[in-house]
């Protein structure tokens, strides 16, 4: 009986810690603190949070990788990519320098980590408590023993340990599981913050409040009304310098599994009992269950050669590519969902590098209106801009202002710029620091859910890998992608219209912006 109570308390307690806000005794140690991650993304959302003061009070930052450097090289890294328009947040920046250090060490030794623990304790001397949060800003190939350094030289004594891992989480579901046995024995599911920096993105976070805070929208959320579903992930440059780390993942790995599956998921689960994390990710494990292997006949992939300028190089023109690469740079794909709200409706995922444009967006095309009293009318087209611009419009006929009863296709248009012009907009990695310093799981990758991503995804990409006949398409570096890309995506039913030539975001719309 006595253990049993035991462990109802560990069990309370452990809850308790997983969901407490950190907002003192807290040191932040970025590990792989010379790394590109670091820099652009890390650092420029730490000193965010910090000056909006959204930082535990008296946070120190510490930063580790193999690099020696010194401290004044390593803050000139820490500043490289944070903007300081105003003398305000030069000032600020000065400020943030002062609670950052650097120690550098290996990733497979216990005597650099336990220097680092020194180095921790040192500013830990005089708090009530030692909380520690590990940022693993480092390659997958070095996840497994950093992670154990940590738990047997730096965890807290007397604080709360949480460790943010970043992705790629495995390259198929046996890796991924065997990441996920590595860490177990280590890190409770609870100290363990898997990100996945779409769901930080203002849009994304969007989804949920959009779908179910909306009753026009959640009625006609289903097979019965929606015709087919596009997510598109656009990026007009290449793999400029990770080619090395690009090749061995690909496309579908970088992005798809994981970025693109997040927003699918999002779009298309049921509606949670509650907002609480555990309820929200239950829903999500659910659809993605619901979700059979993608079949290689719903795909087709390509790899960006030259410009047609020959200005921008090819993919295999990197020098830390093999030139026999048959690495996808870009890949579309259908998923089904096999549930009574969606059992038939086409989600089809499209992502690519090196492409004419930067755009991350979502196209929900609903079913043609009955025919009869209109000829040749678009259908309805729900677009939801992740990035950049972020906006929501719908596209919808109407009457031609005048005295005939021409139609016309308009739009009723959420432009987040225009609408909130006064609201500043987080970056993905300010926001989701935030959430792991107050304990919050809803937006990271819960062990479950990341089983059945996999299970999704790896089928096809061991296809892929192994059928060395399949060579991917060629597309011009700064094109639309392949070739069949558009009757492909015509063969599942998405209906391109340039009914009178409309097109979103006009003259008066840029204007307006
Ligand atoms: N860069 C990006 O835009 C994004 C990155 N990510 C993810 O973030 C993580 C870090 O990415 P990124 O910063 O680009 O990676 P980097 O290649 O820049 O690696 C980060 C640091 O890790 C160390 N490192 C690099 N290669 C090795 C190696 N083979 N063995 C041991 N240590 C190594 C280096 O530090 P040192 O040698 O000094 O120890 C390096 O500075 C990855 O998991 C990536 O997938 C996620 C989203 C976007
Ligand atoms: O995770 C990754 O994401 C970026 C795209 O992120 P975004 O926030 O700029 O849309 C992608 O470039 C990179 O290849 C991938 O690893």
């Known amino acids: 009986m006595l253990g049993e109570i035991g462990i109802i308390f560990a069990t309370t307690k452990l809850i308790r810690e997983s ?30 949070l910090y000056r909006n003061k959204f930082l535990p009070k008296d946070i120190h930052i510490i930063g580790y990788a193999r690099t020696k450097m010194d401290h004044e090289e390593y803050l000139r890294r820490v500043k490289q990519y944070i903007k300081t328009p105003t003398k305000d947040v030069e000032e600020q920046l000065e400020d943030f320098c ?109 989804l949920l409040i959009l779908r179910f805070g909306n009753e026009f929208l959640g009625a006609t959320w289903n097979r019965n009304h929606i015709d087919s579903v596009q997510i598109t992930f656009k990026e007009p440059f290449g793999t400029e310098g990770r080619g090395g780390y690009f090749d061995e993942f690909g496309i579908i790995r970088d992005v798809m599994q994981n970025h693109l599956l997040q927003v699918l998921t999002l779009l298309a689960m049921e509606r949670p009992i509650s907002f609480s994390s555990e309820d929200i990710r239950d829903e999500k494990v659910r659809v993605l269950r619901g979700i ?58 499209k992502a690519g590098k090196a492409l004419n444009e930067q755009k991350t967006e979502i196209r929900i095309q609903f079913k043609d209106v009955t025919s009869g009293i209109f000829k040749d009318i678009p259908r309805n087209e729900l677009v939801i801009r992740i990035q950049p611009n972020e906006s929501v419009y719908l596209k919808m006929n109407s009457k031609l202002p005048g005295l005939s009863m021409q139609t016309v296709v308009t739009e009723l248009d959420l432009t987040y710029r225009r609408r909130f012009s006064d609201l500043k907009i987080p970056e993905a990695y300010e926001s989701l620091v935030l959430d792991a ?31 060395k006949e399949i060579v991917p398409m060629e597309y011009p570096y700064g094109s639309r992608g392949p070739a069949v890309l558009d009757d492909f995506t015509a063969s599942f039913g998405y209906k391109f219209s340039d009914a009178a030539g409309y097109q979103w975001n006009t003259a008066s719309n840029k204007a307006a912006l």
């Open 98 to 206: 002062k609670c950052c250090s650097y120690i550098s060490g290996q990733y497979d030794q216990d005597e650099p980590f336990q220097n680092l623990n020194k180095h921790i304790e040192e500013f830990e001397q005089g708090r009530k408590a030692g909380n520690r949060i590990f940022y693993m800003a480092l390659p997958p190939s070095v996840f497994i023993p950093v992670s154990q350094h940590l738990r047997k030289n730096c965890y807290p004594n007397n604080g709360i340990a949480r460790v943010i891992i970043e992705k790629p989480f495995g390259k198929d579901l046996q890796s991924s599981r065997e990441l996920q046995r590595a860490l177990e024995p280590d890190w409770k599911e609870e100290e363990i913050f898997r990100i996945d920096h779409y769901l930080g993105k203002e849009m994304v976070k969007n």
């Open 19 to 48: 969901t407490m806000e950190l907002k003192e005794d807290t040191t932040i140690v970025v590990l792989g603190a010379s790394g590109d991650l670091a820099k652009k993304k890390t650092f420029p959302a730490l000193f965010g």
């Open 437 to 467: 310093l107050k304990g919050d799981h809803s937006n990271f990758v819960r062990d479950d859910e990341l089983d059945a991503s996999w299970r999704i995804f790896t089928p096809i990409l061991h296809y892929l890998d192994e059928k």
């Open 292 to 349: 059979p292997a993608i079949e290689p006949k719903n795909v087709i992939i390509g790899q960006y050669g030259k410009s047609l300028d020959g200005t921008k190089p090819a993919y295999k023109e990197d020098d830390t590519v093999p030139k026999d690469s048959r690495c996808p740079t870009f890949c579309a794909m259908v998923a089904y969902i096999r549930n009574e709200r969606w059992d038939g409706v086409p989600f089809i995922l």
